[in-house]
């Protein structure tokens, strides 16, 4: 059915981008539900929105028999919270078609507008699936004004036609839908629908739906139903749903839409780099029509001809090219390869072969990971002795007129396809791997003397792509009078970045942007800095983030920080590619005022980068790194806090959170909960100190992450109480939102719940008065002997009345 559900992570990302969630009344479309994941998380938005709505009302579609089973558990749990907080809850499965019903929807909306343009807002996976041109889905869409080659698109139109004026619509969906031939004809009519306010992409193909193997590029869209077009987009982007470092750039409608476009591309600029490579392209404005040239995909479908085709040249035949034959900017010929490398020239197959004369070829498609997406070479007719050859249909060739090229015009046409410039350009307009010929007849080239000029540059021995790119810059832009920085070079020293983490041997989860980005910023490395001018500055996270923006066009939302410092800075940390606090070995990991450096043998390491000494050093520092990891292990360890734990010494990591556990544990539980059972004890460098899972369990607690435990947990057996304490140095106290969290961690506890801030100081505490969640306790550690109640008429006291009381 092209179904791809949809992860949780995602779901929540895609239900808090709408805007409108305190409407009166609210009613939601959801057209491929699934199991109810979109539907649900757009739920949770709307119960916890400051002012949320009075009435609430879902559509859900869905034929699957299966899953339908549990969307009715999803609903009725969504009735549920919506009752807890006072919302107004109704809903309705339709187990029918969508688009056939959508369709009798749209018939019966001629006659009563109101019935067509029911909700509100609609959110939406829908199902991804190529529609036969004779299917009745085709003619249903057809019906309502849409041609369109898959599903996808078809779910897309009709919920739009379904929302009222300025209704609300967010999806995923594969980025293909934005440019390309195939979908003309929905972008046209979604575009004259909906105005897009926001558009978030993936840099990784992989994230979004990991469990299903989808390689097609996703992004999320919300957009309003208004004919009237928002002054600026939103464009944000992350490497997947669970990073939350998101980079956020804003550019205008038209910027997104040409308005003059007649194909209405959709135009995804996500960052400062991607606008300056825009610009760049900007400057050549020859279209190969201008050129005199044209652009074909080749004539020969193998399994078409497949008795003409032999596996190697014979008397008969003429060469048979195959992507598998570009190698090296030329056409390597005859290559051993489980492809045919002759077809036979008869009158068969006259109409299917060329002139063999010069022509530039270009690979259709790459695989999914390939570091180019446009790959071009020259065929070379001169070292080919045949009147005719043959294209396999996995090639584009450029041709004048159904004629070859002069040698020197399909050498500078090559350079040009190959170049930095021209890739980074396609990747930005075009989601999916194929370099259709559609796509190089859109793109714009250089004048013809400039490609001539181009193709002057070299003879036999094909142009390295750091040669290229130099040619582009000096040849073509350097007249340009553009003042700003080489994004072409911006995104080269990236690529560098990433391909050294690779050769260190970090995880695929480190291998991104955001990755190589801290390294540059550790380095304090620019963009056009040689590799021996890295140095090894002290830096905490913000700078790090500053030097991102300032250099690398790449700015990411204030809030993400702590996304760099969990999922990168300490995946550095553990490898020993930089150290923690070198200046002041006492301080904290967690502290506001940590700062990270470069270990001076990577250091060094990193400066014979591009070099000949790169390969000897890399081999010899990779040999030494467990040697440093033991030496940097036993520096932290001999500042590490000293406490004992059911008589045995348990050693916390170095600094503010741990020295007051250890208060907390000397002082607090033995004042306020003698004889308590020290279940769990957190540590800022590890998950835990201490953790008795089989003691929790008793109590009816099964923890699955330690993500959000709090930092020491006491089972007080005196009065059976189960006492969760938090240690306020730098994160925040029991507020009212942590204190849902644990209750809610902790619900199937058999015994009542105790919540404990914790402070080193009154001084500490006073900033956090204002958030300090009722019916708990707080402790300060200079004043060990005293226990602060929030509203209550014993101090240390549990308020829960559906758990048996023993005290």
């Known amino acids: 059915m092209g179904q791809f559900l949809t992860p949780a992570s995602v779901a929540q990302l895609m239900a808090g981008m709408f805007n409108s969630l305190d409407l009166p009344e609210i ?78 929807l749209q018939k019966l909306g001629l006659l009563n507008s109101a019935i067509a343009t029911e909700f509100t807002h609609a959110i939406l996976n829908p199902p991804y699936l190529k529609i036969n041109a004779h299917s009745k889905v085709r003619e249903l869409l057809r019906s309502i004004g849409l041609e369109t080659s898959n599903l996808y698109t078809g779910f897309m139109a009709a919920t739009a036609q379904l929302l009222k004026p300025s209704g609300e619509f967010v999806a995923i969906t594969p980025r293909s839908f934005c440019n390309g031939p195939y979908f003309r004809d929905f ?169 063999n004369e010069h022509y530039v070829l270009c690979k259709r498609f790459s695989s999914k990971e390939e570091k180019r997406r446009v790959v071009a070479v020259v065929y070379d007719a001169d070292q080919f002795n045949y009147a005719y050859v043959g294209f396999e249909n996995h090639l584009n060739y ?220 890399i081999c010899t520092y990779l040999a030494s790194v467990e040697t440093l990891k033991k030496q940097y292990a036993q520096e932290r360890e001999m500042s590490r806090i000293p406490i004992v734990i059911n008589g045995e010494i348990k050693n916390l990591s170095p600094g503010g959170q741990n020295i007051l556990i250890e208060k907390v544990i000397n002082d607090f539980a033995a004042r306020f909960t003698p004889s308590g059972k020290l279940i769990y004890v957190g540590d800022t460098d590890e998950k835990f100190a201490h953790f008795d899972e089989a003691a929790l369990a008793d109590l009816g607690v099964n923890i699955d992450s330690h993500g959000k435990m709090p930092d020491v947990i006491i089972h007080f057996t005196t009065n059976n109480w189960l006492v969760l304490i938090e240690a306020v140095t730098s994160h925040g106290p029991i507020n009212p939102k942590r204190k849902k969290e644990l209750e809610v961690l902790f619900r199937s506890a058999q015994i009542p719940l105790v919540m404990v801030t914790t402070f080193l100081s009154r001084k500490a505490m006073v900033g956090y008065l204002a958030e300090i969640a009722w019916e708990t306790d707080v402790w300060v550690a200079e004043d060990a002997t005293h226990l602060i109640h929030f509203n209550g008429e014993y101090l240390l006291q549990a308020y829960q009345t559906d758990k048996k009381q023993t005290s």
């Open 187 to 355: 972008r046209k009519m979604f575009l004259e629908m909906m105005a897009l306010e926001q558009v978030h992409l993936f840099e990784s193909r992989q994230e979004a739906f990991n469990d299903d193997d989808v390689l097609q590029e996703t992004i999320i869209i919300q957009a309003t139903k208004q004919k009237q077009k928002s002054n600026s987009v939103i464009i944000n982007s992350s490497c997947g749903a669970n990073d939350d470092l998101i980079m956020s750039h804003s550019v205008t409608y038209s910027q997104l839409v040409h308005p003059n476009d007649l194909e209405q591309f959709i135009h995804i600029i996500p960052d400062d780099i991607s606008q300056q490579i825009v610009r760049r392209m900007s400057i050549f404005t020859c279209t190969l029509k201008d050129l005199g040239l044209t652009v074909s995909t080749g004539r020969v479908v193998d399994f078409r001809a497949k008795e003409y085709l032999r596996t190697n040249p014979e008397n008969n035949t003429v060469p048979l090219i195959y992507p598998v034959n570009l190698s090296n900017g030329y056409v390597e010929y005859p290559k051993i390869t489980k492809k045919p490398q002759g077809i036979v020239y008869i009158q068969e197959t006259a109409n299917i072969l060329i002139p």
């Open 398 to 617: 450029f041709h004048k007129d159904g004629r070859g090229l002069s040698l020197t015009l399909a050498r500078g046409l090559a350079v040009y396809l190959n170049s930095t410039l021209v890739d980074a350009f396609f990747r930005l307009f075009n989601g999916h791997t194929q370099v259709n010929a559609t796509d190089l007849r859109k793109l714009k080239y250089p004048n013809l003397s400039q490609l001539l000029c181009l193709g002057t540059e070299f003879k036999d021995q094909f142009p390295s792509l750091q040669e290229i790119d130099e040619l582009i810059e000096n040849q073509l832009l350097s007249m340009s009078n553009l003042s700003e920085n080489n994004p072409i070079a911006t995104k080269s020293r990236i690529d560098e970045a990433l391909q050294i983490l690779t050769q260190l041997g970090f995880p695929r989860t480190q291998l991104n942007e955001r990755s190589a980005l801290t390294l540059l910023a550790l380095l304090d490395l620019k963009p056009t800095d040689s590799w021996q001018l890295a140095t090894s500055p002290l830096m905490g996270i913000t700078p790090m983030m500053n030097f991102m923006a300032q250099h690398y066009g790449k700015t990411y939302k204030p809030n993400t920080r702590e996304t760099v410092r969990r999922q990168t800075v300490h995946q550095f940390l553990d490898a020993t590619l930089i150290v923690a606090n070198p200046d002041d070995l006492s301080r904290p990991i967690n502290s506001p005022k940590t700062v990270y450096q470069i270990e001076n043998s990577a250091l060094e390491l990193l400066k014979t980068y591009a070099t000949n000494d790169w390969e000897k050093s």
């Open 27 to 104: 009613s939601l479309l959801d057209a491929g539900a699934g199991i109810g994941s979109l539907l649900a998380a757009f739920v949770v938005q709307v119960c916890q929105h400051q002012k949320p709505t009075s009435s609430l009302r879902v559509v859900a579609y869905e034929i699957d028999p299966f899953l339908i089973r549990y969307l009715h558990q999803t609903l009725k749990l969504c009735e549920k919270e919506c009752q807890h907080v006072g919302i107004s809850f109704n809903y309705e499965i339709r187990e029918t078609d969508f688009i056939e019903d959508a369709v009798r």
